[in-house]
């Protein structure tokens, strides 16, 4: 695929290949364009561990239900649930800074938050315990 950049006033024709990335300038003086590195892909979250059954007696360190884990280090940005709030599959439920990025951490599937381990400002590391389910 063939993209237009603009950068720092210069435009730039960028083709991206798969497994390969190439430059050339645009505009009054080509420059040599150097191969830039190639993006590596945004990890894909970690998948969730099944729902165990209901505990009689929820432990207060470690409470019992799926575990919504951060996929990346971060700041939180915003905390769109709260303990008791039910939700559906997508609903967004923390915003995730990472490396000046917005992240949407959304709900696997339908479910009730059964806690909230962290806060906004907060700073995580990747599998953090965001919240249960």
């Known amino acids: 695929m063939k993209y237009m950049v603009t950068l720092n006033g210069k435009q730039y024709e960028v083709e991206v290949e798969k497994g390969s990335v190439s430059a050339v300038a645009v505009g009054d003086a080509p420059a040599a364009a150097a191969p830039a590195p190639a993006a590596a892909p945004a990890p894909a979250p970690a998948p969730a561990p099944a729902a165990s059954a209901p505990a009689a007696a ?3 360190a470690a409470p019992a239900g799926e575990v919504i884990a951060a996929p990346m280090p971060g ?3 915003d905390v769109r649930c709260a303990a008791g709030q039910a939700f559906k ?3 967004v439920l923390f915003i995730l800074e990472a490396m000046k990025m917005e992240n949407e951490i959304c709900a696997p599937h339908d479910g009730t938050v059964t806690s909230v381990s962290v806060q906004k400002g907060a700073a995580v590391e990747t599998g953090t315990t965001l919240c249960t389910m």
């Open 75 to 77: 700041t939180i940005l």
């Open 89 to 91: 599959a997508g609903d």
């Open 58 to 60: 929820p432990a207060a």
